[in-house]
């Protein structure tokens, strides 16, 4: 399986990050505690760009059950882990894990694992460096993924062997960078809507909600069966 990162990067000058280098020795795994159905990584990501309402709140990832979305960059630092100036802020990189309404849950889980994984790789960190929010200021966070930990980093070990055995074979499976292109619907009427697709290695995917609500149809997420359904 092939893995997109996409980068929506803070402005050097954004008011919600500490502006401030570091090499990471950490991961931090938050959930974003948002259950509302909207709250996906793409709203996540505005909220980071259209500066985190005020506060001083900034990470280096987020990751639902679509995509992979990067605010900073992994040699700066976030605030993101409660400690103030402790490692968890200053050495460690941030990533959220969306939980929102009808998301599939375990893929989410299966693309964070990717991630830490890419960067564990990319940055030399350890497994048992790969930590939950909690280790640095006692927050039950990440909330949904701690009570199976385990399964996780079983999941990120996995990914490790994956990567091993396709290092071997010369198939490193590398994140590939999506690039934004337009996309209009047709609507009734002659009416046109303007959504955001991501181009991602000639193809072009635009998240199926966004399709949805353009055409102002439900989106039905069926978790047994893993299945989407539109409907009027």
């Avoid at 793409?42 to 979305?69: P, Q």
């Avoid at 590398?174 to 009734?188: F, Y």
């Avoid at 000639?202 to 949805?212: E, F, K, N, T």
Wanted: glycine share 6%; proline share 4%.
């Amino acid at each position: 399986m092939t893995y997109s990162v996409k980068q929506r990067l803070l402005l050097q000058e954004a008011p919600n990050k500490p502006k401030r280098a570091m090499k990471p020795l950490y991961i931090t795994i938050h959930n974003t505690d948002n259950t509302d159905h909207a709250a996906t990584a793409d709203a996540h990501a505005r909220y980071l760009l259209n500066g985190s309402g005020g506060a001083k709140k900034s990470w280096h990832y987020t990751v639902d059950d679509h995509e992979i979305i990067q605010h900073l960059e992994d040699n700066e630092q976030g605030w993101h882990a409660g400690d103030g100036k402790g490692l968890g802020n200053t050495m460690s990189i941030g990533i959220e894990i969306c939980m929102y309404e009808g998301m599939n849950e375990m893929l989410a889980w299966r693309q964070a694992s990717w991630l830490v994984a890419y960067l564990m790789k990319k940055h030399n960190i350890p497994l048992s460096r790969i930590v939950p929010h909690r280790h640095w200021s006692g927050k039950g966070c990440p909330s949904r993924l701690l009570p199976h930990w385990q399964t996780f980093t079983r999941m990120i070990e996995r990914v490790l062997a994956d990567m091993k055995d396709a290092s071997s074979k010369g198939t490193v499976d590398k994140p590939s960078q999506a690039s934004q292109v337009p996309v209009n619907v047709k609507l009734s009427e002659g009416e046109t809507s303007a959504l955001e697709g991501h181009l991602v290695n000639g193809h072009v995917y635009v998240p199926l909600r966004d399709i949805a609500e353009a055409l102002q149809l439900k989106l039905l997420w069926d978790n047994t069966n893993k299945r989407a359904t539109l409907s009027k």
